[in-house]
């Protein structure tokens, strides 16, 4: 039996994703996670495609 992924719209922030997942890159390159990380979803993250926390400097607001 798979586990269960979540993934959750944080209100004006990120993307948390919580489960295992196989991420990969547009290259084909698959990207190390943990069971629990967060996606930017606002643009401003130096470490896209992970969330780095700019979206609060950022004033980053969902429509
Ligand atoms: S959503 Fe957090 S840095 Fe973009």
Redesign the pocket.
Known sequence: MSEKVTMRV?PN???RVTGTVEFVDGDGNVIETKTDF????????K??PM??????E?G?QAE
């Open positions: 944080k922030g990120s993307i967060s996606l930017c979803r606002c643009g401003h993250s470490e896209k969330c780095d926390g700019s979206h609060r950022a980053f």
